[in-house]
């Protein structure tokens, strides 16, 4: 039948779309209920279209000072994640050395380990320590937890780059600096770009291992667990939205300037 020969033809696009369809639907439901006047606590049935929330995003006590720490927890994991994991990803890739094979499966475990686990470890360690609970044993702990994806991303680019074209930097009289700020560099820049946006989304948006290693310290993911709890205000859904908008539209952007780069180039 005609029919089912169309439907074999597009198995996998109508596979995709289905797949794109249930990950953008509970998105959309976020943005729908961010214009939500709810009658109650709970934000979970519509009422009436109301914009008081989006006048008033921080309408909501100590909301936007979780997402502030949040925010700023994350771009600290991810420098301090950037810079050891782009160190060590070059170091298993151009030296040789006792245990490097050792190295390599370690670092897997924090992606292969369930969170609770390295949870549990990392506040057992700061208890034994001594530690005070708060932003910096936060801070240590999604270092820990995001230097794992960095390593692999930026690995995965070093092993890829043609070593000729750094020999042919030295051949031209290029120091060691000069080659590496002006060849390695810009050549491993999307492995490290990759590894620095993954950390940065894997850090804002954890939850087990802060909750852990919190004390006191409430971020926004456990804000919003909380809330949920005694009522979800209307205000988390802007912000929300609000990051889903500014996610999409970076990754649009994005899209749109490669295209444009592509377009351009004579190759």
């Known amino acids: 039948m005609?029919?089912?020969r169309w439907l074999r033809r597009q198995l996998v696009v109508i596979a995709g779309l289905?797949?794109?369809a249930y990950m953008i639907v509970p998105n959309v439901v976020v943005m729908v209920f961010?214009?939500?006047?709810?009658?109650?606590?709970f934000n979970y049935s519509w009422q009436r279209f109301s914009l008081d929330a989006w006048k008033d995003p921080?309408?909501?006590?100590?909301?936007?000072?979780?997402?502030?720490?949040?925010?700023?927890?994350?771009?600290w994991?991810?420098?301090g994640a950037t810079v050891l994991g782009t160190m060590i990803a070059f170091a298993l890739v151009r030296?040789?050395?006792?245990?490097?094979?050792?190295?390599?499966?370690?670092i897997f475990l924090p992606m292969a380990m369930p969170e609770v686990v390295m949870a549990a470890s990392l506040l057992t360690l700061f208890l034994n320590m001594g530690a005070q609970l708060g932003f910096w044993t936060i801070l240590i702990a999604h270092i820990m937890f995001c230097l794992s994806f960095v390593v692999t991303a930026v690995k995965a680019r070093v092993m890829s780059m043609d070593p000729r074209l750094e020999e042919a930097a030295r051949d031209l009289y290029a120091g060691p600096a000069q080659t590496f700020l002006r060849v390695t560099l810009p050549i491993a820049a999307p492995g490290i770009a990759a590894g620095a946006l993954l950390a940065f989304a894997l850090s804002f948006d954890d939850f087990i291992i802060t909750n852990f290693n919190a004390g006191s310290t409430v971020t926004f993911p456990m804000y919003v667990w909380g809330s949920a709890q005694r009522g979800t205000p209307v205000q988390i859904n802007?912000?929300?939205?609000?990051?889903?908008?500014?996610?999409?539209g970076a990754v649009v952007v994005g899209r749109l300037v490669t295209d444009r780069r592509k377009n351009k180039s004579p190759f």
């Open 2 to 4: 005609p029919v089912v």
């Open 18 to 20: 289905l797949t794109l």
């Open 34 to 41: 961010s214009f939500n006047d709810p009658k109650g606590r």
């Open 58 to 75: 921080c309408g909501v006590a100590d909301l936007c000072g979780s997402l502030s720490l949040s925010f700023q927890l994350a771009a």
């Open 77 to 79: 994991a991810t420098v």
């Open 95 to 106: 030296y040789r050395f006792r245990a490097r094979g050792t190295i390599n499966s370690l």
């Open 238 to 248: 802007v912000i929300g939205t609000a990051m889903f908008v500014i996610a999409v």
